[in-house]
């Protein structure tokens, strides 16, 4: 089968180009990526600030029964 390349190209360097092509990831790829990743947080973020204060008012009777009970593993 014989191939015709474009002028200049010959089938060695049509190999290169194309493994070049399909490897990696750009940085435009990058970028565009990161900034979707940037707009989901700071979606995400507030709306999980409510959710903290109930949480942060369970912390002390917990830290106080796991104290409680090393104390009692202790004896």
């Given amino acids: 089968m014989c191939r015709i390349y474009p002028l ?3 089938r060695h360097s ?3 180009i194309l ?3 399909m490897t990696g ?3 435009l790829e ?3 990526t990161l900034s ?3 707009i989901l947080m700071s979606i995400a973020v507030p709306s999980f600030q409510p959710s903290r204060a109930p949480i942060a008012s369970l912390r002390s009777p917990i830290n106080s029964a ?4 090393s104390h009692v593993r202790k004896q």
């Fill in 19 to 21: 493994r070049q092509r």
């Fill in 30 to 32: 990058l970028m565009i």
């Fill in 36 to 38: 979707i990743a940037a």
């Fill in 66 to 69: 796991v104290h409680c009970n």
């Fill in 25 to 27: 990831t750009t940085l």
């Fill in 14 to 16: 049509h190999r290169f």
């Fill in 8 to 10: 200049g190209i010959n």
